[in-house]
């Protein structure tokens, strides 16, 4: 069984949708945001990215920053408050790929006891920082990004829901399409996702788990604490696993551990098996690589028999990367905390990873064929944690459209 709540959303009157809404927090750099914001005074990058909106970026001021750009919004009349608790309808589009998800508010209490599901580890210094911004707020400004496995009544809730006339419905920067709806029976919704055994975080772990550390905080501090607060919930858009899309997270590599290229693709072909190539083929099934230097691409096809069948962690691309090229030829050991590779999402392509390779920046490019959502699923279901960066999601939830104050 899984909870959803209606919740009375804070988000942006439709006329300022679009200009408020904006790409996550934790994609896009300060120097990126900083001109975004410039361009755009409206946009709620100036909450989610306060640092951006100083000339002095301290933490502290940041978050005093945020609060006050929230209360900038509120009081200018950008975002207002529904009347009622809501449940709502979300659908992203692009020229070729569509999917439609609920937004609501999932129970805490469900991601403590494992039915919501993860499969990634977090950084504390980033939980850190979102707890933080929460408390000061005390308000989730993004959504997290979950699947679940579809069910017939969710589909034609959602499909009724569609026929209605939209809160919202614009198209952003890259052409993406953005709709909103706000459903007519929020009730209906939550009984029907009574019958989703389970919830994958797909995206945004660390929003997640700092929803939690903000809600021990909040519960200590409250001794009239009943477990129906706001702060017992976590604001997310929950979509179809089925419609979800994974790009590859790619790799980047500073040097070759000091090999020159010869001897680094003679140890390459102990486990693979190696060969030039022109054209502008990625990628084409699991176990398949490209590896970008000195100009040239070159196909790496993994060679290795396994004796036994490999468990859905070792089977993964990226750990056949990491296991046989990264950590015994390049001397990356722990990927989350050497400076000397580099990640780089899959919407970039890889004119990205040559452009980095070719100014100097990377020696060496590594690209991935995308791990999938029945990887991810397999994953989460056997509670094992995937390597970093794994999964790459596009196209991106907005930030801004929605708030849950707590």
């Known amino acids: 069984m899984s909870i959803i709540k209606p919740f009375r959303a804070l988000r942006p009157v439709p006329e300022k949708a679009k200009s408020v809404s904006c790409m996550p927090y934790d994609v896009t750099a ?40 929230l209360d900038s919004f509120t009081k200018n009349g950008s975002l207002v408050s529904d ?24 129970s805490l209490d469900e991601y403590e006891n494992g039915l919501i599901k993860k499969h990634e580890k977090t950084r504390p ?39 209605t006339e939209p809160l919202y419905d614009f198209i952003c920067s890259g052409g993406v399409g953005h709709t909103v709806w706000q459903a007519d029976q929020p009730a209906e919704f939550a009984d029907a996702f009574r019958e989703v055994q389970a919830l994958y975080v797909a995206d945004g772990h660390h929003r997640l788990e700092s929803a939690e550390k903000a809600r021990i ?52 072909a102990e486990n693979f098996i190696v060969a030039e190539v022109d054209g502008d083929s990625g990628p084409l099934e699991h176990g398949m690589f490209g590896a970008y230097l000195d100009g040239r691409w070159h196909r790496l096809r993994f060679a290795v028999n396994f004796v036994r069948q490999p468990d859905p962690i070792e089977n993964l691309d990226v750990s056949i990367l990491q296991n046989y090229i990264l950590k015994p030829i390049l001397g990356i050991g722990d990927p989350r905390t050497d400076e000397r590779i580099g990640f780089v999402g899959g919407a970039r ?12 920046e990377a020696r060496v490019a590594f690209e991935l064929y995308p791990t999938t959502m029945s990887d991810l699923l397999t994953v989460s279901d056997a509670g094992e944690i995937m390597p970093p960066k794994s999964t790459w999601f596009e196209p991106k939830l907005k930030d801004g459209l929605f708030v849950h104050k707590i």
């Open 30 to 69: 300060e120097a990126e945001a900083r001109t975004f914001i410039g361009q755009n005074p409206e946009s709620f990058l100036r909450v989610t990215r306060p640092e951006a909106d100083l000339d002095d970026p301290t933490e502290p001021a940041a978050r005093e920053k945020a609060l006050q750009n």
């Open 83 to 106: 009347a009622v608790p809501s449940v709502y309808v979300y659908r992203l589009t692009t020229s070729t790929h569509t999917q439609t998800g609920v937004v609501a508010c999932c």
């Open 125 to 163: 210094d980033k939980v850190t920082d979102r707890t933080l911004h929460m408390l000061t707020l005390r308000a989730q400004t993004g959504l997290i990004l979950l699947a679940f496995r579809d069910t017939e009544r969710i589909k034609d809730l959602v499909a009724e829901t569609c026929q």
């Open 217 to 268: 905080e909040l519960r200590q501090s409250n001794p009239e604490h009943t477990g129906e607060e706001d702060y017992n919930y976590v604001l997310a858009g929950i979509f179809p696993a089925s419609e979800l899309k994974i790009l590859a997270y790619n790799r980047i590599v500073h040097d070759l551990n000091g090999l020159d290229t010869g001897s680094f693709l003679e140890r390459v």
């Open 349 to 360: 392509g890889r004119r990205e990873l040559e452009r980095l390779v070719d100014a100097g």
